[in-house]
């Protein structure tokens, strides 16, 4: 039965996919194209054009990111309650879009630091919700394949987004606030294509009424839902927020206006892996995917430790990428399917609090490294975490190896 599930799903590739999940996708690129314009200059903009610290961008970049990862549990939990969850995806991407005109017009660091927590909360609303919705949405043998597909999709946004930076830099001839201009565009297209182009499912969980969550509702998560939260907590821990990997470039030599080359690189490989990881995952290759993943994040510390041309830090972002598109949306999948169906909402919030807290501590440990001990010891650092998810995954995997119930 097996065998026979995993070869339809094979066999019927991206037809299988329904209109809802690529519409998702969309939205994800449109958002992540806008998104990533302002997020692989805003390091950058930080430290060069407003005098901001190593230290302080860790932190206020791992509180950002943490602040959208833990967010998500409360969206999950209310898209659980109230049997709805597109309402609160368009809250979200709507919070997102309304920051991009902030970053322009910000006077101070404090704007900037604001605007950056607020598209992130924005990002935490519609998190969990949108994930649980590509779940209600995606049949269960094809359901890898969906999230593998929105996250390549979100990725082709991440690549365009810093070509459309270094594009705008050179254009304005270097003007930080007027390439920022250019990100409103995108995420205003983001909005509309998700209120006309995605349709809610009449039922999530069995019916529409309100429900109330208890605490005892956590129970009925099975083990191999927690092994999954456990190592992905462990692995967030190991990579720490993607800004680092900017601020390496530039640090061995690399142009102002050339950096964003590094995230249009790691965010290509990330696109091109997303899919057939997903793919793969519905064939029941979930848990070495996994191990290949983290592998592959060793890899990149070690290069990205020893780097000390623009060259070397290129691979280590094509490492770093390759990573990302081996575990990220096979992580989510893996949620999807060891959660019941009605706390689907809940195990993403679940899921994303524990790697929200753990990206805080990465990124704040981070800067500090970088500021007492140099970036080597930093990416040296990130190897040794990601090593102890490894023995993790390898004792513990054979229960997450498959993405069927």
Known sequence: MTTQIATKSARRGLAAIPRGVWALGIVSLCMDLSSELVHSLLPLYMAVGLGASTFVIGIVEGVAEALALIVKVFSGVLSDMFRKRKSLVVAGYGLAALTKFIFPLAPTLGWVVTARFADRVGKGIRGAPRDALIADIAPAD???????????????????????????????????????????????????????????????????????????????????????????????????????????????????????????????????????????????????????????????DIVLAQAATPAVVFVGAALWGLHMGLTQGLLSALVANAAPADLRGSAFGIFNLVSGVALLIASALAGWLWDAYGPRFTFYAGAAFTAIALIGLMTRGRKIGTLER
């Open 142 to 300: 094809a359901r890898g394949a969906s999230f593998g597909l929105r996250q390549a999709l979100d990725t082709v946004g991440a690549i365009g987004g810093p070509l459309l930076a270094l594009a705008a830099m050179v254009y304005f001839a270097g003007n930080f606030r007027a390439s920022f201009w250019v990100a409103v565009i995108p995420a205003v297209i983001c909005v509309a294509v998700l209120v006309f182009g995605v349709s809610e499912p009449a039922k999530v969980g069995g019916d529409n009424a309100k429900t109330h969550l208890r605490l005892a509702d956590a129970k009925r998560f099975p083990a191999s839902y927690w092994i999954v939260v456990g190592i992905a907590g462990v692995l967030t821990l190991a990579r720490f927020s993607e800004a680092f990997l900017v601020l390496r470039a530039q640090n061995v030599g690399l142009q102002v206006s050339l950096v964003p080359w590094v995230m249009v690189i790691m965010s290509t490989v990330y696109a091109a892996v997303a899919y057939p990881t997903g793919a793969a995952a519905d064939r029941g290759a979930g848990a070495y995917l996994l191990w290949s993943g983290l592998v592959a994040l060793i890899s990149a």
